[in-house]
């Protein structure tokens, strides 16, 4: 399975994904995308701009205006009108996500090297019946590194929030359950944004292992 087929596996056809996994024919960046990273080292400057070359390609294939995906609040990416999106980048893998806001509402992504989490880093961000949900996983499982996971699946949660809310959220303030069966549900432990007439309460998303990577991504629908 290659990048782009890794991350269109975790998303639902309205969402558009284009991945690779070096920084070698990354096209320039726009002006307007320059100052997020004038002062960034190489290989932090690679990524970024492999990432907003990625968003562009999924803007073009989308079919929706090819435009400079700049750097905005809380470092969220700014899209064209009328579409959502997200980015990820780690290491040995950049990709991007986009679709129509009529379609869908918000969408996240999120990639990790599939390995454990650095010590002391899930304590950080797991409540104490989330790290018994894992250590069951784990026990059942343990070809998945299911502490990456619940971190990668938060770092989607709150990519999807934020468009919808335009606050922080907290890795305390989402409870999150994940399933061997290449899904996980989120549930929002604050008072949900109202999309569409609804408050919404959870998100559900999915997550797949390939070649050393970890994708977790969340596509909310318009009702």
């Known amino acids: 399975m290659g990048a782009v087929e890794l991350l269109s596996s975790v998303l639902p056809a309205p969402v558009v994904a284009v991945a690779c996994v070096s ?14 990273v004038e002062r960034a080292v190489e290989s932090r400057r690679a990524e970024f701009t492999t990432g907003r070359s990625c968003a562009r390609s999924a803007l073009a294939s989308l079919g929706a ?6 750097v905005g609040e809380k470092r969220a990416p700014v899209w064209p009108d009328g579409v959502v999106g997200s980015i990820t980048h780690t290491r040995g893998f950049r990709g991007a996500a ?8 918000s969408v996240g992504i999120d990639a990790e090297a599939h390995d454990a989490l650095p010590d002391g880093v899930l304590d950080a961000v797991s ?14 499982s343990p070809e998945v590194s299911w502490d990456r996971l619940l971190f990668s699946a938060k770092e989607s949660v709150y990519k999807t929030w934020f468009p919808l809310t335009g ?3 907290g890795f305390e303030e989402a409870e999150l359950e994940p399933s061997p069966d290449g899904t996980f549900l989120a549930r929002l432990l604050v008072q949900g ?27 909310l629908p318009a009702r």
């Open 127 to 140: 409540s104490e019946s989330e790290r018994a949900g894992l250590a069951r996983l784990s026990a059942a």
């Open 65 to 70: 205006p090819v435009a400079a995906v700049p």
């Open 23 to 36: 920084d070698d024919d990354a096209g320039p960046l726009h002006p307007s995308e320059e100052p997020a």
């Open 193 to 219: 944004p109202v999309v569409d007439g609804a408050v919404v309460s959870s998100f559900s998303g999915r997550w797949a292992v390939e070649g050393g990577i970890l994708v977790t991504a969340i596509a």
């Open 167 to 169: 606050r922080w959220l």
């Open 98 to 105: 986009v679709a129509w806001r009529s379609v869908v509402r």
